[in-house]
T-cell receptor, first 117, second 110 residues
Framework: GAVVSQHPSWVICKSGTSVKIECRSLDFQATTMFWYRQFPKQSLMLMATSNEGSKATYEQGVEKDKFLINHASLTLSTLTVTSAHPEDSSFYIC?????????????FGSGTRLTVV | GQSLEQPSEVTAVEGAIVQINCTYQTSGFYGLSWYQQHDGGAPTFLSYNALDGLEETGRFSSFLSRSDSYGYLLLQELQMKDSASYFCAVKGQAGTALIFGKGTTLSVSS
């Protein structure tokens, strides 16, 4: 159980375009999902907390107008990278846990490797 | 704020035992987790400690001392496939995100 599906697994886009990444909880409901970004050989850095039915909470230094997060249902959160630039190239990963509040073992999506050219 | 410290690299040979330490400073504490990540892949959950002591799961064990803000991951009978990055992570409050350490790259040689 507790499967999180993330799509696409990789995407290449041109500078200035927008890219949408989807994160779905397949067998549980998730009132909260988390979005991370990971640069090569670095750790996972929390970008934002996505809350179903309300605005996302962004970490300090993350531009909310650039990284648009929508959590319209209990099983889907989306991250849209707007006006992407080469420095946005990174590995984006979402995670979630069942709404009942498991205390550990957050499940991660398979990640999306974004390359902006 | 929250910070976690762990060694950047560890090397070992097949069959050996390796311990990866993690010290943390957090404003709240709701458990210490360990994740494994292979190159290009997503993190996979290995172990979790909410209370002091040792948790054993097959070849992997994890230990926590809350009074020392310290934990470790113990990998036994190392195999080549264990070569990966290992991250400790803490959660400050129930329902909040995991905050990760910088990761330890483990290289296992034959």
């Amino acid at each position: 159980g507790a499967v999180v599906s993330q799509h696409p697994s990789w995407v290449i886009c041109k500078s200035g375009t927008s890219v949408k990444i989807e994160c779905r909880s397949l067998d549980f409901q998730a009132t909260t999902m988390f979005w991370y970004r990971q640069f090569p050989k670095q750790s996972l850095m929390l970008m934002a907390t996505s809350n179903e039915g309300s605005k996302a909470t962004y970490e300090q230094g993350v531009e909310k107008d650039k990284f648009l997060i929508n959590h319209a249902s209990l099983t889907l959160s989306t991250l849209t990278v707007t006006s992407a630039h080469p420095e946005d190239s990174s590995f984006y990963i979402c995670s979630a846990s069942p709404a009942t509040g498991a205390n550990y073992g957050y499940t991660f999506g398979s990640g999306t490797r974004l390359t902006v050219v | 704020g929250q910070s976690l410290e762990q060694p950047s690299e560890v090397t070992a040979v097949e069959g050996a035992i390796v311990q990866i330490n993690c010290t943390y400073q957090t404003s709240g504490f709701y458990g210490l987790s360990w994740y494994q990540q292979h190159d290009g892949g997503a993190p996979t959950f290995l172990s979790y400690n909410a209370l002091d002591g040792l948790e054993e799961t097959g070849r992997f064990s994890s230990f926590l001392s809350r009074s020392d803000s310290y934990g470790y991951l113990l990998l036994q009978e190392l195999q080549m496939k264990d070569s990966a990055s290992y991250f400790c992570a803490v959660k400050g409050q129930a329902g909040t995100a995991l905050i990760f350490g910088k990761g330890t790259t483990l290289s296992v040689s034959s």
